[in-house]
């Protein structure tokens, strides 16, 4: 079992930035590839990035890329979500979530999630 913790979420106006974290307890975080997603309201929840268990490759959602950066810290048992020039499209509940294998872009491909945090873009 493993359990996620996302923080950093706020309030930021457009073109600012915000880092999340994800902090992983239980079992061995650095056996998972990670996930981020996010929701707004209204809309279905969108893969946003993911890393692999080692850290070695990332991938992106086309409209985060060249903004958003993931990173990971197996030391630390996190994850972290770099999010530059926000724009108010950014807004929704941004989750981490944890598999085993490789990164996925389907939401119902992972184990496990976190509880969200609450990104707000104003403009």
């Known amino acids: 079992q493993v359990q996620l913790v996302e923080s950093g979420g706020g309030l930021v106006q457009a073109g600012g930035s915000l880092r999340l974290s994800c902090v992983a307890s239980?079992?061995?975080?650095?056996?998972?590839?990670m996930g981020w997603f996010r929701q707004a309201p209204g809309k279905e929840r969108e893969f946003v990035g993911g890393?692999?268990?080692?850290?070695?490759?990332?991938s992106y959602a086309d409209s985060v890329k060249g903004r958003f950066t993931i990173s990971r810290d197996n030391a630390k048992n996190t994850v972290y979500l770099q999010m530059n020039s926000l724009k108010p499209e950014d807004t929704a509940v941004y989750y981490c979530?944890?598999?085993?294998?490789?990164?996925?872009?389907?939401?119902?491909?992972?184990?496990?999630w976190g509880q969200g945090t609450q990104v707000t873009v104003s403009s």
């Open positions: 979530a944890a598999r085993s294998g490789r990164v996925a872009y389907r939401g119902y491909a992972y184990d496990y």
């Open positions: 239980g079992r061995t975080f650095s056996s998972y590839a």
């Open positions: 890393i692999t268990w080692s850290g070695d490759s990332t």
